[in-house]
């Protein structure tokens, strides 16, 4: 299983100059105040973060509402849909590292994904998608 998972992650690193079609603009409706930046050097997709919206999904969550942001590969799954890519279910992803307040997940659809989240909010508060990668 490690090796199967350091060989994507290779993959993933090595991939091409291409850069993703997202343009920049709000995100869906279910993730406020989140915008795209496309980085065209890689193939990654860095995420802009407004503050407020995520204090106020904590609280959000905080009183029970929404509970999958405290998971980083449900919210990788809801990111990577969030993106266009909705054919990416969470038994096809994987946890690669957690730390207290970051975390990264890999993902296999018809694409190749690795989603960096963070928990900017508070300590083992909701996890936030601040850059997804793309492979072919």
Known sequence: M?????????????GGDSAPTAAGGRGSEGDPG????????RRA???????????????????????????????A?????VHGHEDVD?????LVLQKKAEA????????GFVVKLKRLVKPNGIWTAVEIQITP
């Not at 989140?34 to 050097?41: A, D, K, N, P």
């Not at 995420?47 to 980083?72: A, T």
């Open 45 to 75: 997709i860095r995420i802009k973060i407004d503050m407020k919206s995520q204090r106020q999904l904590q609280r959000e969550v905080d009183d029970g509402h929404q509970p999958w942001r405290l998971e980083p590969i449900d919210v």
């Open 104 to 111: 990264t997940v890999a993902c296999r659809g018809r694409s």
């Open 2 to 14: 490690k090796v199967t998972l350091a060989l994507l992650l290779l993959l993933l690193a090595c």
């Open 90 to 94: 969470a038994e096809r992803c994987s």
């Open 34 to 41: 989140i915008h795209l930046q496309e980085q065209t050097s």
């Open 77 to 81: 799954v809801a990111s990577i849909a």
